[in-house]
């Protein structure tokens, strides 16, 4: 098997990668290196988790160096991610190889003041890691110019075809310099990319490894049918098992409830999605990579490109939109050669599309139909969990509640997606409110006009939701809490 060196690596960033204990090159990083170290034009095609990062970092910085220093707002190269969090994580993979080169980067996101970033490209800075819209909006208040640019890398570009971010990508491609080489990194090559390959990539190799249709050897497939009732226990008892699990839901506001309803019952767990400031994101996620949190219930905004070592479980406590969608959550864990286990929680109403969902993406999943809370596949799934269930999530379990106003854990119900502080706005009678605290929200009665979550990138909430605008409530729902 090829070693960095082999392959082209210079030997300073080879000695970088032999600090942070990477000595073996991936498959995608075995396809693609020669040719982006010479200068090609390369599509790469990979699962997530593959290496991908590394496959484009390196030649950007072997080629940038020994280069004229960079012009005060002016970067040489642009990688472009599709969420804060991934441009985020590219960066911090790339300071210490850029470091070892003399090179400088930054990271250009919403979320975050403007002044920091600009004020970065103002003093010059070599490599750009960049979220589409903040990095048009700065453009525009002409606060940077791509026109120096000689590399560009589009990382996760079906996922950029996904989200809408297409057209921005191809605007600041044509900002940057003509004949320049572009890297351009997808799970998958739909028409969409298909068409950004074609207009901006000059006879490019194209390599595929360990592609998202690729069955993963080390990740063992679980479909639980649950009954409603038992979801919350059942999810309970998997996501308090030893180790770290990510858990996802369909919504944000499914996130944050199913967030509070672990921590209940003694999960230690964070939250992430769209509704998140960039630093509670930041903070939560850190919580997350050190240990001192066990869980991260998030939306499919941690699905792509988010690595944490060690994530031992994947739960989808709602099945996910389609089949790409669950390849991209179960790459979570299995990652760098580790093993994993996947769980899809389904009801009656779902087994169906998520037996499909399955098909579609390849995978046979072990189906069992958990009757209670002390099934014996949950011991198996997640050993060591059940003697950490809370005694308030067994009896929120026995709760019988007619199915029109139980939704399932993590459906969105229509309440406002700005954080709790543990008030709701509007006039409520006054007393002691402390015996709702234990209640799961799946028991409250559904609020009318739920929302439905829209993608969630770089942007973040829209106006309405910084607000903290809510749809308005009906006669029948304020005299269902008079009644309660």
């Known amino acids: 098997m090829s070693s960095f060196t082999d392959l082209g690596v210079p030997a300073r960033l080879t000695d970088v990668l032999t600090r942070l204990a990477i000595e073996t090159p991936t ?27 590394l496959a484009f970092l390196l030649p950007v910085v072997a080629r940038l160096s020994g280069g004229p220093r960079a012009r005060a707002g002016a970067p040489r190269a642009l990688v472009l991610a599709p969420t804060r969090e991934l441009a985020a994580q590219i960066d911090t993979a790339l300071r210490p190889l850029a470091a070892a080169a003399g090179l400088t980067s930054c990271t250009v996101f919403g979320g975050v003041g403007h002044e920091p970033q600009a004020a970065a490209i103002r003093r010059g800075v070599d490599i750009v890691v960049a979220c589409p819209g903040r990095l048009e909006d700065l453009l525009a208040r002409g606060r940077c110019s791509l026109a120096k640019v000689t590399i560009v890398v589009v990382d996760e570009a079906d996922h950029m075809a996904d ?70 226990p059942v999810l309970v008892d998997l996501s308090s098992a030893p180790g770290r699990a990510v858990v996802f839901t369909r919504t944000k506001h499914g996130a944050k409830a199913l967030a509070r309803q672990l921590n209940r019952a003694g999960v230690r767990a964070v939250e992430l999605h769209g509704n998140l400031s960039q630093g509670a994101r930041t903070r939560n996620l850190d919580d997350f990579h050190t240990g001192r949190a066990s869980a991260l219930v998030a939306t499919d905004i ?36 580790n093993s994993g286990t996947v769980i ?57 509640t007619t199915p029109a106003r139980r939704p399932p854990v993590g459906e969105d119900r229509g309440t406002a997606s700005t954080p709790r502080t543990g ?62």
């Open 27 to 53: 498959p995608i990083q075995q396809a693609t290196l020669p040719d982006a170290l010479a200068g090609r034009d390369v599509l790469g095609r990979g699962r997530t988790g593959s290496g991908k990062t």
């Open 163 to 232: 989200l809408g971010f297409l057209p921005a990508v191809r605007r600041l491609i044509g900002q940057t310099a003509a004949g320049g080489q572009r890297l351009l990194f997808s799970a998958t090559l739909d028409k969409a990319v298909d068409t950004l390959v074609r207009q901006f990539l000059t006879r490019p190799a194209v390599h595929e490894a360990d592609s998202a249709q690729s069955p993963v050897g080390t990740m063992a497939h679980h479909l639980l049918h649950v009954e409603r009732d038992h979801r919350l």
């Open 302 to 337: 941690a699905a792509r490109g988010i690595h944490v070592d060690d994530v031992a479980l994947v739960i989808h406590a709602d099945p996910p939109a389609d089949h790409k969608a669950y390849l991209h959550r179960s790459g979570r864990t299995a990652r760098a050669g």
């Open 344 to 400: 899809t929680l389904a009801t009656t109403e779902q087994i169906r599309e998520v037996t499909q969902l399955a098909r579609a993406a390849g995978i046979r999943p072990t189906t069992t139909r958990v009757a209670s809370a002390d099934h014996p596949i949950l011991a198996t799934l997640a050993p060591g969990a059940r003697s950490l269930t809370s005694p308030v999530v067994a009896a929120q379990a026995e709760t019988r």
């Open 423 to 484: 008030r709701r706005r509007g006039r409520r009678p006054a007393g002691n409110h402390s015996s709702r605290a234990g209640r799961s929200t799946a028991s409250r009665p559904p609020m009318v006009a739920a929302r439905t979550s829209s993608p969630e990138h770089e942007a973040g909430p829209s106006p309405a939701e910084r607000s903290g605008s809510r749809p308005p409530h009906s006669a029948a729902m304020f005299s269902a809490r008079r009644a309660r």
